[in-house]
C-alpha cells in the first residue's frame, strides 16, 4: 500500500533553514507528481509546492517563492522540501502528497489539497525566536 513517511521537521528561528524529506513507497514513485500541503491545527489544509514526475517543472503558492524549493530523486524515490528565510507564519504540520493522476496526463498538475489522494502523517515546523 502507499506509504509517504516525512521527516526533517524541527524549531528553527526567523530566518533559518530546514529541509524535509518524504519516503515514498507502495507505487511507481517516477510515475506520479509529488506536493507538499501544510495545516495549522484549526485551519484549512494549505497546498505548498508541487513537482512533476520527472522533476523538470515546479509550482509553488506565492507566499513561499523564492524562499522553498521542492526537488526529487526518483532513483531514491525521496521527495524534499528545503524551506530558507523561514517567517513565524510558516509554522505548521508539513505533509507531503501524491498526485492522484499517473503522468503523462491531460490533468493539469495538482495544486489544491483535493488534486492529491495520499498524504503522509507530517512533520512539525515551528519557527519561533
Known amino acids: 500500500q502507499v506509504q509517504l513517511v516525512e521527516s526533517g521537521g524541527g524549531l528553527v528561528q526567523p530566518g533559518g533553514s530546514l529541509r524535509l524529506s518524504c519516503a515514498a513507497s507502495?507505487?511507481?514513485?517516477?510515475?506520479?507528481?509529488m506536493g507538499w500541503v501544510r495545516q495549522v491545527q484549526g485551519k484549512e489544509l494549505e497546498w505548498v509546492a508541487t513537482?512533476?514526475?520527472?522533476?523538470?517543472?515546479?509550482y509553488y503558492v506565492d507566499s513561499v517563492k523564492g524562499r522553498f524549493t521542492i526537488s526529487r530523486d526518483n532513483a531514491k524515490n525521496t521527495l524534499y522540501l528545503q524551506l530558507n528565510s523561514l517567517k513565524t507564519e510558516d509554522t505548521a504540520m508539513y505533509s507531503c502528497?501524491?498526485?492522484?493522476?499517473?503522468?503523462?496526463?491531460?490533468?493539469?498538475?495538482?495544486?489544491?489539497?483535493?488534486?492529491?489522494?495520499?498524504w503522509g502523517r507530517g512533520t512539525q515546523v515551528t519557527v519561533s525566536s
Open positions: 502528497a501524491k498526485g492522484a493522476n499517473q503522468e503523462p496526463t491531460r490533468y493539469p498538475p495538482p495544486t489544491r489539497p483535493l488534486d492529491f489522494d495520499y
Open positions: 507502495g507505487f511507481t514513485f517516477s510515475s506520479y507528481a
Open positions: 513537482i512533476n514526475s520527472g522533476g523538470s517543472n515546479t
